[in-house]
């Protein structure tokens, strides 16, 4: 049974970080085309990032670039979303996918069948 499983959100600051994980189960990630997603209150899920296919051709939402880093260990069969300089923009459900490659290089949402639950995201003093 495929399964990911998100943890690591939580209520920070402007200005810090967090470093959410992704457990997968059932399936190798390593195989696997992965990513990063977001859903604000009133909004349509948005991509964050992605690594689209086994050469690990990464995309970054311009919101993310230079902010976000995006990764993956395989031994622990764990995917990562390591969030700097936060802002309250950035308030969210984050959830992470995953899907055999290729995905879209832009990685939109509907090109991924395994989704995680979520982990609520609070930037806020």
């Known amino acids: 049974q495929v399964q990911l499983v998100e943890s690591g959100g939580g209520l920070v600051q402007p200005g810090g970080s967090l470093r959410l994980s992704c457990a997968a189960s059932?399936?190798?990630?390593?195989?696997?085309?992965i990513g990063w997603f977001r859903q604000a209150p009133g909004k349509e899920r948005e991509v964050v990032s992605c690594i689209s296919s086994v050469d690990g051709s990464t995309y970054y939402a311009g919101s993310a670039k230079g902010r976000f880093t995006i990764s993956r260990d395989n031994v622990q069969n764990t995917m990562y979303l390591q969030m700097n300089s936060l802002t309250p923009v950035d308030t969210a459900i984050y959830y992470c996918?995953?899907?055999?490659?290729?995905?879209?290089?832009?990685?939109?949402?509907?090109?991924?069948?395994?989704w995680g639950q979520g982990t609520q995201v609070t930037v806020s003093s």
């Open positions: 996918a995953a899907d055999p490659p290729p995905v879209p290089t832009m990685c939109p949402a509907h090109s991924f069948r395994s």
């Open positions: 059932g399936f190798t990630l390593d195989y696997y085309a």
